[in-house]
Nanobody, 118 residues
Framework: EVQLVESGGGLVQPGGSLRLSCAAS????????MSWVRQAPGKGPEWVSG????????RYADSVKGRFTISRDSAKNTLYLEMNSLKPEDTAVYYC???????????WGQGTQVTVSS
């Protein structure tokens, strides 16, 4: 059974930083691309970032480029999202997702809430 468990969310002031983690199990982590997707209140899901299987290719949405960094540790079966210079518009539930072609998610975690507010 595929399981993705996110952690690291919380309340942070504008300009602050957070690091999200996603523990993966139930599949061969190193064989899949992975993505982060977020959903803000009242809005649809927004793809945020994706990493290829070997981390050689990383992609970002324009809204987070230069502020967020995706990484993965295959030894720990863990995906990360380092978020810096956070803005109120980054407030959302962040989901880790196993990805297929084009970083399209096929399995999602339960999500972790990120709130950026003073």
């Amino acid at each position: 059974e595929v399981q993705l468990v996110e952690s690291g969310g919380g309340l942070v002031q504008p300009g602050g930083s957070l690091r999200l983690s996603c523990a993966a199990s139930g599949f061969t982590f190193g064989s899949y691309a992975m993505s982060w997707v977020r959903q803000a209140p009242g809005k649809g899901p927004e793809w945020v970032s994706g990493s290829s299987t070997n981390s050689e290719t990383k992609r970002y949405a324009d809204s987070v480029k230069g502020r967020f960094t995706i990484s993965r540790d295959s030894a720990k079966n863990t995906l990360y999202l380092e978020m810096n210079s956070l803005k109120p518009e980054d407030t959302a539930v962040y989901y880790c997702a196993r990805a297929v072609a084009g970083y399209t998610p096929d399995y999602w975690g339960q999500g972790t809430q990120v709130t950026v507010s003073s």
